[in-house]
């Protein structure tokens, strides 16, 4: 996913790296006419993975609060579905690559998950 193995602790700094560790990740992968639309979803729902935990973070209230954690959970999920559709072409790394992707993205789902738990 990024140079280093260790993940930041700091939910922010981790769904953004994510976010732009998809971006790298689309630049591998056939230019293909369902990977280019796939791709443009794909984006748009891991940089809205971290833009919604930020606003979260700097919600109203309670209720605003849950509300922008299950957005970014929702697009969390989301993101995940749209590496599953990419066809990545014959290559191993890219195949490693999506997975751990779908990994960190599945993390991510379950921090947010938890997130959601304790703010009940």
Known sequence: ???????????????????KSVR????????TLANIEDGKQLIRSSGSVGANYI????SLGKKDFKLRI??????????????RLLDTGT???????RSELLQEATELMRILAAILRKSE
């Open 70 to 83: 299950r957005i970014s959970r929702k697009e969390a999920k989301e993101t995940a579905y749209w590496l």
């Open 1 to 19: 996913m990024s140079e280093t193995s260790e993940k930041p602790y700091d939910l922010e700094e981790r769904s953004f790296q994510f976010a």
């Open 55 to 58: 606003e979260a973070n700097e």
């Open 91 to 97: 290559s191993p790394n890219v195949e490693s690559t």
């Open 24 to 31: 790298a990740f689309l630049k591998t992968i056939p230019r």
